[in-house]
């Protein structure tokens, strides 16, 4: 579904980012604090008869959108994509802080995950599903500033499909690479 259709879920999803991140880094008073938390329950109730089913679903599914309208994974922005490689960048925001201005380390494998396994997927292949994951942490991933990330495939064995992929600093330092393993799925595969 084309993202025009949904202008307003659209920004209710960048709303909700901007809420994680300013939620993360705030030390509110407490009447501050309850106010805001009364808001977020509002927001529950507001959309709770809304609920669908998977397939019907608006979030993950705007594969045209950087971060598919989900706030799960931090927004990929892609800049030149193929069949067999990808590039674009990518913020660490607050809210994906581990410590000491580095990225979570949980945080780099969700987007090594959104990003190779979107490319894994791509180029009129079936889908296919993360079977591993290896990330190497060269050096802290700042939060903060913007990143560059690139991905390609390294290579294809069956239905195996091999992808690499990229972090670099702004001076253009790798902070961490990934390879991760897709396996084609069978007719009726899960
Ligand atoms: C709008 C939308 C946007 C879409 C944009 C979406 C972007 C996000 C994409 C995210 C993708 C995901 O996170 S998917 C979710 C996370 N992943 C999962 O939940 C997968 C759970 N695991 C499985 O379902 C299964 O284990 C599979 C499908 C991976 C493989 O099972 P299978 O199909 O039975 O295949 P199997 O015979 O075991 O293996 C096939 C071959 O792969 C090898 N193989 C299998 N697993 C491994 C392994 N861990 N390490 C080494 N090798 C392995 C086997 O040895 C074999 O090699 P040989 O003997 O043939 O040589």
Do not use: C, W
């Not at 949980?106 to 190779?116: K, Q, Y």
């Not at 992808?163 to 007719?187: H, N, Q, S």
Request: hydrophobic share 35%.
């Amino acid at each position: 579904m084309p993202p025009a259709e949904h202008p307003e879920f659209v920004g209710l999803i960048e709303a909700l980012r901007a809420a994680q991140e300013t939620i993360t880094g705030a030390r509110p008073p407490e009447d501050v604090a309850r106010k805001a938390r009364e808001n977020l329950e509002e927001i529950t109730r507001l959309l709770s008869p809304f609920t669908v089913g998977e397939s019907e679903q608006l979030t993950g599914q705007m594969r045209g959108l950087p971060g598919r309208a989900q706030a799960l994974a931090p927004a990929f922005h892609v800049d030149v994509e193929g069949n067999d490689r990808v590039s674009g960048r990518v913020v660490f925001g607050r809210f994906y802080l581990g410590g000491n201005g580095a990225a979570h380390g949980g945080s780099l494998p969700l987007l090594f995950d959104e990003v190779l396994g979107r490319l894994a997927n791509t180029g009129g292949r079936s889908p296919s599903r993360t079977a591993y994951l290896h990330v190497n942490y060269r050096k802290i991933t700042p939060v903060g500033p913007e990143l560059r990330v690139e991905a390609h495939f390294d290579r294809e064995e069956g239905r195996k499909r091999y992808l690499v992929g990229t972090i670099r600093d702004p001076e253009g330092e790798i902070t961490a690479d990934a390879e991760g393993l897709f396996v084609a799925l069978r007719p009726g595969q899960p």
